[in-house]
């Protein structure tokens, strides 16, 4: 079976401030897919990033980015310089195989303050 | 470019009323999905399918049916609502090859609420 778990449920951050959202997964696949997506306060699911099991490498996407370790199942997601816009919940999910269903986190709502 | 639409979007009922969530992808994706979202839980699978006329259960089926009679629609009934069946519904579509599992395209939801 697979499962996500986010142990975060909250984080409340001072707009500027660097913040880091955490995402342990289990599985049993060797091949599997990683996702983060955000949900703002409008309630729609936006996708932001896919990692492979095979591709280790870290991302950067502009303030965000994401690190990948399977040695200990986690693929965190960090924020550099937070801004109130980044205010949402997200979620990490995980599906074994392309067209599986996704297994989601309970997700982390990130309160950023001005 | 549509994406996936669901209708309706917001919706109340009765307990024992019966409704039938629409979900519609102009993509051509071969696999279709109902999520349910409720507090601290993140989504959880309900019913999907990976083709036209086929479906299957996931994680929370009771209490739920679903139909896929063309590749573009996946339907969601509640024969008999529950208020344990408020939530927020999200419908997704996704290609089946691994080189386009790029991610799951999400509907805007349906906010249902059973009284």
């Known amino acids: 079976a697979q499962k996500v778990t986010q142990a975060q449920t909250e984080i409340s951050v001072v707009e500027k401030e660097d913040v880091t959202l955490d995402c342990v997964y289990e599985?049993?696949?060797?091949?599997?897919?990683l996702f983060w997506y955000k949900q703002p306060p409008s309630g729609e699911l936006v996708f932001l990033i896919r990692?492979?099991?095979?591709?280790?490498q870290n991302e950067i996407s502009g303030r965000y980015s994401w690190n990948f370790q399977k040695s200990t199942s986690s693929f965190n997601f960090t924020i550099t310089a937070s801004q109130v816009v980044d205010s949402a919940v997200y979620f990490c999910?995980?599906?074994?195989?392309?067209?599986?269903?996704?297994?989601f986190g309970g997700g982390t709502r990130l309160m950023v303050k001005p | 470019n549509a994406g996936v639409t669901q209708t309706p979007k917001f919706r109340v009922l009765k307990t024992g009323q019966s409704m039938t969530l629409l979900c519609a992808q102009d993509?051509?994706?071969?696999?279709m999905y109902w999520y349910r979202q409720d507090p601290g839980m993140g989504l959880r699978l309900i019913h999907y399918?990976?083709?036209?006329?086929?479906?299957a259960k996931g994680e929370v089926p009771d209490g739920y049916n679903v139909s896929r009679l063309k590749k573009q629609n996946f339907l969601l009934g509640l024969e008999s609502a529950a208020p344990s069946q408020t939530s927020v519904y999200f419908c997704?579509?996704?290609?089946?090859?691994?080189?386009?599992?790029?991610?799951?395209?999400f509907g805007s939801g349906t906010r249902l609420t059973v009284v």
């Open positions: 999910a995980l599906t074994r195989n392309a067209g599986n269903m996704l297994t």
């Open positions: 990692r492979n099991s095979f591709d280790e």
């Open positions: 399918s990976v083709g036209e006329g086929t479906t």
């Open positions: 997704a579509s996704s290609y089946a090859q691994s080189t386009y599992n790029y991610g799951y395209t």
């Open positions: 599985t049993r696949d060797t091949t599997y897919y």
């Open positions: 993509m051509n994706h071969e696999y």
